[in-house]
């Protein structure tokens, strides 16, 4: 029997809490092939999610709960999961259980078939959905996993979805210092820089109306400033991206010459001043272009190979 341990962290989840819990637990000792364990780390709730997590554990032996004193962020949750994590293999999962239980399972198959050390839910691969969420909110992961995407030319369409399998094993020596929500492309990057194999699984993600609700409350620099460092994490990956800014910016050259007039710097400096602004751009258009492309053809490739696997199996 295979041992998982499931891993979710829960910042202010109040009541609901319990019967999410109590309703992933049912579904998933249905399945006699695996064994699994939970660990439920609170991250400095300012409201019942501790007291109902304990209440959880006092009547099922195989869970423990751990609290952080403050809010310290998904990325520390995630680590102090792993620290308790028993089980070859850890199950990450949303504690508002925006995937279904079965999602577990799916990736607990894939990363068993696939002989994976990572196995990814995916809602913007092919296959995948995305519902009930609020446009700004689903435009923002949208395009932020599109940009992730291209630091990986492509492999892989979701990299910031916290729902995942991984081989413990492997993932408590990759060693992340993420604190917030950018953990999760960071698992990623460390796992493909040190050769770790990671599959993905097409994934629906539904909000509950509670959380749409809740979500209008969400403060925007918060929700921004999440967004910009999720999307940082790809320039550390890959700093050949940083090469593709300037030509993403076609002000740059007025602005450089309007600046070199404000300077009163001689007519030759201006001239040399605008054909480096001119080379730099067209090259930094080059490299992107050819991210651009690598990206597309990897993504062709890739879902191809799904639609022959797909149709080896049936």
Not at 87 to 104: E, F, N, Q, R
Not at 156 to 171: C, K, P, Q
Request: glycine share 6%.
């Amino acid at each position: 029997m295979t041992s998982v341990t499931i891993v979710i962290a829960a910042y202010n989840e109040g009541l609901a809490l319990g019967a999410h819990l109590v309703s992933l637990a049912d579904y998933l000792s249905m399945y006699g092939g695996y064994q699994f364990d939970y660990v439920i780390v609170d991250d400095g709730s300012t409201d019942e999610t501790l007291a109902v997590a304990r209440t959880f554990a006092r009547f099922r032996p195989n869970v423990t709960v751990v609290s952080h004193p403050r809010n310290a962020g998904l990325g520390c949750s995630l680590r102090t999961g792993f620290q308790y994590a028993k089980g070859k293999y850890i199950v990450t999962l949303d504690a508002d259980m925006s995937y279904s239980a079965d999602m577990a399972i799916e990736l607990l198959e894939a990363i068993e078939r696939e002989d994976a050390d990572i196995a990814l839910a995916s809602p913007y691969m092919n296959g995948g959905r995305v519902l009930n969420v609020p446009w700004l909110r689903r435009i923002l992961s949208r395009e932020a996993n599109r940009f992730l995407s291209m630091a990986t030319n492509g492999r892989y369409a979701t990299l910031t979805s916290m729902v995942r399998a991984y081989r413990t094993e492997f993932v408590t020596q990759l060693r992340p210092g993420a604190a917030g929500m950018e953990i999760n492309p960071q698992l990623l990057f460390l796992a493909l820089k040190s050769g770790g194999k990671v599959v993905e699984v097409p994934a629906q993600l539904r909000w509950s109306d509670d959380r749409r609700a809740n979500a209008g409350r969400t403060n925007l620099r918060k929700l921004a400033a999440q967004t910009v460092a999720v999307a940082a994490t790809a320039f550390t990956f890959r700093p050949s991206l940083w090469l593709a800014v300037p030509g993403l910016f076609p002000g740059l050259l007025p602005l450089v010459v309007a600046v070199l007039f404000l300077l009163h710097v001689p007519a030759r400096s201006i001239a040399i001043g605008t054909a480096v602004t001119v080379t730099i751009q067209y090259l930094s258009l080059a490299i992107f272009a050819g991210q651009l492309t690598a990206f597309f053809a990897n993504a062709f490739l890739s879902t191809k190979h799904r639609a022959h696997v797909k149709a080896i199996r049936s």
